[in-house]
């Protein structure tokens, strides 16, 4: 385990009593909103309405509501997550619930999957933002099918520049680090390790392992948008984003993105 993973899954262990409700809102509902403005599937499709046939995976899956949202789309879904007791959360609400969901430990840098085993593979925050993008987006990139499409959610670079050294802080509107260079971001004294890229080095490494890049949406607030989150805030992203989503599609051998799902 790298020096990252160990202190991530510590971080994640002791906070994950502080997600269960929201696990259990978010399990409970037909209503699918994302990020940290809940802003619906129908304004950010994230999620195709059907995943029928489609096998799915979730990587960094935390209490595993996304990956209950896939099965119940009729998606073949599994979530995998290095944490015990945020698996321990999504074992339990899928077993209440019995949407279909699958779950596995394991961590997105080694993946333990086959290659090319997935038609459909998504993080809410999770790998995309705690795992390192160098390893994980190969992963990624291996168990995904030609045509296969990855989505993901992270906090957008420009809110990562302006978060001071605590990130419970308030919001600044002046820059606290550089961009150029900008990877692994340390919150101490130990908190969390997060990965943020500049938007340059995650097209070359998304195009590296034959990705097409079919979207990136750069998310702020919108007017009257409330957050669960106390450092969120509504006036800062009413101007600069706080999350992006990028949407991605591999490749087929031909090199043309074969369009199957989504």
């Known amino acids: ?17 502080d997600y269960v409700q929201a696990a259990e809102r978010n399990w409970r509902t037909d209503s699918v909103a994302w990020g940290i403005w809940k802003i619906p599937n129908q304004e950010l499709p994230l999620l195709p309405e059907d995943l029928s046939g489609s096998a799915c995976l979730e990587i960094g899956c935390g209490a595993g509501y996304v990956s209950g949202w896939m099965a119940a789309r009729g998606g073949d879904a599994v979530g995998i997550d290095p944490t015990p007791a945020q698996l321990c959360t999504a074992m339990r609400l899928e077993s209440e619930l019995k949407r279909g969901a699958k779950f596995v430990r394991g961590f997105a840098e080694s993946l333990p ?10 993080s809410e925050y999770g790998a995309s ?16 099918r ?16 302006c978060v001071k050294d605590v ?3 308030p919001l ?37 392992q034959d990705f097409e890049i079919e979207a990136l949406r750069e998310l702020g607030a919108s007017a009257g948008a409330r957050s669960d989150y106390d450092w969120a805030d509504p006036k800062w992203a009413a101007s600069w984003p706080t999350e992006e989503v990028w949407m991605v599609r591999k490749r087929s051998a031909h090199g043309l ?6």
């Open 257 to 262: 993105a074969k369009r199957t799902t989504g």
């Open 1 to 17: 385990m790298k020096d990252y993973q160990r202190i991530n899954v510590d971080h994640w262990q002791a906070q994950a009593s």
């Open 167 to 169: 990130d419970t802080d």
């Open 146 to 161: 030609p045509g296969g499409r990855l989505v993901f959610m992270t906090c957008a670079a420009l809110f990562q520049l």
């Open 113 to 122: 999957f086959p290659d090319r085993s997935f038609d459909f593979v998504i």
């Open 129 to 144: 933002l705690w795992a390192d993008p160098h390893e994980w987006v190969p992963e990624a990139a291996r168990v995904l």
């Open 172 to 208: 600044t509107t002046e820059l606290q680090r550089p961009y150029l260079g900008m990877g692994r971001l340390d919150w101490g004294p130990p908190d969390s390790v997060e990965f943020t890229l500049p938007h340059g080095e995650w097209i070359s490494l998304l195009t590296s």
